[in-house]
Nanobody, 126 residues
Framework: VWLVESGGGSVQAGGSLRLSCAVS????????MGWIRQAPGKEREGVAT???????TYADSVKGRFTISRDNAKNTLYLEMNSLKPEDTAIYYC?????????????????????WGQGTQVTVSS
């Protein structure tokens, strides 16, 4: 499975960004996809997940501000980020594994997905 992120950048607090993740190489019907971030000096943190059933889960810190979605026709995962805060500054990784249901968010909280993108930097200035 290959994952390629894009859409990162620098924005002022209160601004918005949309991250994209192009997915290729997976033909299974069950999957879990997520966005994981890592801020300088901190461990990786699960941000949001979506599984093949369409179930979405978010970290409390981003609920109401971020939206995860997928376009199956384009094999692309998205993360729409609004009302960005300086504490959202991090490298954002797209991740994939074969899982659904509760296991999907468990993969994000433990940051143990089997497949990862290279990451894209998001910087939010105050």
């Amino acid at each position: 499975v290959w994952l390629v992120e894009s859409g990162g950048g620098s924005v002022q607090a209160g601004g918005s960004l949309r991250l994209s993740c192009a997915v290729s190489g997976y033909t299974g019907s069950d999957y879990c996809m997520g966005w994981i971030r890592q801020a300088p000096g901190k461990e990786r943190e699960g941000v949001a997940t979506i599984d093949s059933d369409g179930t979405t889960t978010y970290a409390d810190s981003v609920k109401g501000r971020f939206t995860i979605s997928r376009d199956n026709a384009k094999n692309t995962l998205y993360l729409e980020m609004n009302s960005l805060k300086p504490e959202d500054t991090a490298i954002y990784y797209c991740a994939h594994d074969r899982a659904t249901g509760d296991l999907c968010w468990d993969l994000a909280t433990m940051a143990v997905f089997g497949n990862w993108g290279q990451g894209t930097q998001v910087t939010v200035s105050s």
